[in-house]
């Protein structure tokens, strides 16, 4: 069931109804059942064998924070923790495992819940350590941590939360009143038209770019940027539905995007670009080193690169995103260029930091490792004809451009993530022309087969 469908929406509004349902006849235990199983169809609607591996994953890491949450003696935890991280990792890695041996598997979500699983159960393993009643997982109950992990706005593609995050809000989902929706379907539009309209332009001109027979330096550079940018309304635009959606059940998922076009340096990109995945690897691998070690300067340097080795390896077990998560590491650690707030400095840096991300695309883009250096070889190349670029928009209505254009740069001209622009949204006559025009462009797109599907759902 694609998020940018109707039948999602329709689902969407169905489960709102009966979690209200819920809550009003059961209370919040009740509320929480009905979400947690109102998801787990969600994802037997989209694959069966989907289900089944979500159900196994729970029941297995539910069992090992029963075990965590029942000791106290480090040596216990520990090897308890170590149990869980391997049998995680495995689990996270086993259909692209098989799909590098021709068995193609796959279970939707299995790396976003999974690593909401690790990082539960790290946390609750460091409140153990401290013999302090666990706070992580609440009262400890299988209702508590089922509804923690299925909520189906998230469950697939993240962004990827904490207990702290969404912990509480899912054990008690309190469905938001119609007086209180405006936010939510702001986000819901804003990401739509992301993911549908202008996702859909960029992708639809870098296919064009980099699948010329003769493909030069000017068709490889655009194909490469328009990507870049593709990916970023792709799952920025994705990723403001879920969030969007989960608004309508009462729940604030964490910011997964925070303008990372603006970011002018390497770090400062990946504090903002997937932020869920980045606070992951910053704080549950990096940060637990540099707090054990302290003054080992050479071991910092080494979990910050094994961090985003892990960041790369995450999408897929090849060699090409071990390549990606490699130069991003090294990028992190040898960035040439100081902070700088303004002036000619803060532009290079800028300019440095999107042309490296471009870069490294082709990483995203190539079928293998050669494949990627292909794409890369092409910038060499001398011949270049950019006739396809009037062809990549044949299939679109001059007039759509044009308001797409000016949404587009409404967008950009605010300044502000999805959350400041619409969290504490009143109505007013900006906001509901805004909407009408960005919604009437979001269904001329929507079905329309111009899109293509979730671009991250491949990884």
Known sequence: MSPVSGSFFAFAAAG???????????????ASWVLSLWSALFL???????LLAFGLSVAMNYALARALRARSDPPSLRGLLALSVVLNVLLIFSPKIFRLFGTN?????????????????????EERLDDSRPVVGGDGTFSNYLGFLAFFPQLTSGPICAWRETGKALSAPAPRPPAQWLPGALMITHGLFHKLVLS??????????LSAPQAGWAETWIGLIFSYVALYFDFSGYTDIAMGTAWFFGVNLPLNFDQPLRANSLADLWARWHMSLSAFVKNYIYFPVFRAYPTRKRLHQAAMLVSMMVVGVWH????????FGTLHGLGLLYWPFKKAKSGTLFWVSWLATHLFMTLTM?????????????TLAGIAH??????FLKASFDNY?????????????????HGKNTMKLYAKATPNGYLFGWFVLTLSLVLLYMNSGISGNFVYADF
């Open 16 to 30: 709102w109804i009966l979690v209200r349902l819920g809550q009003h006849w059961g209370g919040s235990r009740a």
């Open 44 to 50: 037997f609607l989209a694959s069966p064998p989907a």
């Open 105 to 125: 598997l796959i279970f939707l979500g299995l790396s976003y819940y999974s690593i909401q699983q690790i990082m539960l159960l790290y946390d609750l393993y």
């Open 200 to 209: 859909s332009w960029f992708s639809a001109v870098s296919q064009a770019s």
């Open 316 to 323: 897929e077990p090849s060699l090409r995103f071990l390549c």
């Open 362 to 374: 082709a990483f995203f883009l190539g079928p293998d490792l050669p494949g990627a250096l292909h």
């Open 382 to 387: 001398p011949t270049h004809d950019l006739s």
């Open 397 to 413: 209505d001059k007039l759509q451009i044009a308001a797409c254009c000016v949404l587009a740069l409404l967008h950009v001209r």
